[in-house]
C-alpha cells in the first residue's frame, strides 16, 4: 500500500487513505506545523520587500520617503488648494447665502408644525413582567 508523505510534517504516514489523512491534518502537531511554515513564509516575503525596498533607496531609484506625510505648512507640489466650500452651494447660515434659500430638509423629518405619528412599541403596551416565580395574568377575552 502506498504512503502518503506531509510536506509540513516531513514524515510519512503509514498508509494513504482519506481517514488516515484526515486525522492526521486535524492533528495539533500538523496544524502547528502549517502554522509555522505560513509564517516563516510571512517573514520570509516581508524581509525580501525590505531587502528590496533598501537596495532601490541606496541606488537613488527612491529619492523621498513615501509614507512620510508632507511637513507642517506645506503643500504638495503642482496642487492648488481651493478656497473652503468652492464649487458647493453654501449651507445655511454661511456668509454670503443668498436670502432665499431655504434650509435642506431631512427627507425622514417632519414639516414644521406636523408631528410624526407615534412609533408603536407592542412591548410597552404589556406593561412590566410579571415577577419571577408567578404566572402572567390570565388574558381578558382570551381561548376558553
Known sequence: MPKYYCDYCDTYLTHDSPSVRKTHCTGRK???????YYQKWMEEQAQ????ATTAAFKAGKITNN?????????????VSIPPPNMGAP?????PNMPPYMQPMMNPLMAPTGIRPPPIL???????PPPPLGQLPPPMMNGPK
Not at 30 to 36: I, Y
Not at 66 to 78: E, R
Not at 90 to 94: A, D, I, L, Q, V
Request: a positive charge.
Open 30 to 36: 500538523h496544524r502547528d506545523n502549517v502554522k509555522f
Open 48 to 51: 525580501h520587500l525590505i531587502d
Open 66 to 78: 513615501p509614507f512620510a506625510g508632507p511637513t507642517p505648512g506645506s503643500k504638495p507640489a503642482g
Open 90 to 94: 453654501p449651507r445655511p447660515g454661511m
Open 121 to 127: 412599541n407592542p412591548m410597552a403596551m404589556m406593561g
